[in-house]
């Protein structure tokens, strides 16, 4: 049952009497409580959260120096454990200060639980969630908007998409189910069923994208086209399918590294497990399609690419096609990083049985 999907969010900090406030005056003072491992709560004005927050980072900037890899890291660390302790007070699910946006995802995700405290940073994440979500986001290869739940990966660039949008149109085989593996926001699914599949069965490991793409369709008649199961690769589906698509995480998960996001980070054993329960669900003249990027290898990250090793070693599947497209660069916010940006490109890998 969806209703027994427990989704992610942040967790609510009950309210101890006596704890620090700040109100906007002294900051220097707020800074000293954090830094004694004591919380502070943040009156009056929303306002007055932000000029906490910028605050704390002029003082660990004067601390600490932030250039090296391994500095910056510490300093997130750090920026991490004192901004945590600034608390902010929601009542009736509203935030309990003066000039404060309204974030309908605190009814949604606290139907039990109407007052209590956050961390000050959770509260401006699930704010910014709740503008894309009310908002929506235009997909140039869909025709309606899409709706991204809080926590829940979504595409900002879309050349990727683009390719599969393009193989969609040329392909001319059977289209009458098909498996997406890590649905996320659910945009493979839905350019599926734009080019005429009967059936796509999803799955996702992170319960929001379950929940949300579950309650995004309602009882449209998409919900009856698409199918989800919260579960590891292709939880409970086990019939063979004609496609089968995914668009794993891009990166591999370094050791002692802060990389938790299953949605940009893999484990070794994501591939070798993928590829090994694909083999048993492709249908044979089926195609096997994995969205994927130079990302890791032209960031020095690692030169192993898993679906080369997969053709090179694994002995289940060979290779089609293989389609790429440079990612165009980024926005000037991450100008730093443009000169490995430049040679980004997005593939879209096509797979048949061996
Ligand atoms: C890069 S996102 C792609 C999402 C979506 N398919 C898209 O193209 O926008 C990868 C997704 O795979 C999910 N995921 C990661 N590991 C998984 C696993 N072992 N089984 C199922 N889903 C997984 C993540 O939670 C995330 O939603």
Partial sequence: MISDIKVNKPEPIEYVVGTETFKGTDLKQAIEVLESGSPVLIKGFYSNGLSLIKELHTHLNKK????????????????????SLILIQIIGH???????????????????????L??????QGLNSSW????NGITIPVLRNKLHPYYGTYFPTRFEHLELFDNWLKRYDGP???????????????????????????????NPNAIVGLTEFMGDTKLSRKIELDFGNLFGKWKKQTELIVFNPPWLPKLHNLDSIDEAIYYDENLFPDFFSEAKERLLPEGKLVLIFSNLAQITNVTKDHPIEKELAEGGRFKLEKCFKKRVKTASSKTKRDQHWRATEEVELWVLTNK
């Fill in 94 to 116: 509203k935030i309990a200060v003066k000039r404060s946006p309204s974030i309908g995802w605190l009814e949604k995700l606290y139907p039990e639980n109407s007052d209590f």
């Fill in 118 to 123: 956050l961390p000050f940073t959770k509260v």
């Fill in 175 to 205: 289209k009458k189910s098909a498996i997406d593996v890590g649905v996320g926001s659910g945009v493979l699914s839905l350019q599926m069923v734009k080019h005429g599949f009967q059936k796509v069965f999803g799955t996702d490991t």
């Fill in 64 to 83: 600490l120096p932030n250039k090296t890899f391994l500095e910056q890291r510490k300093y997130r660390v750090e920026f991490h454990k004192l901004s």
């Fill in 131 to 134: 503008q894309w979500f009310l």
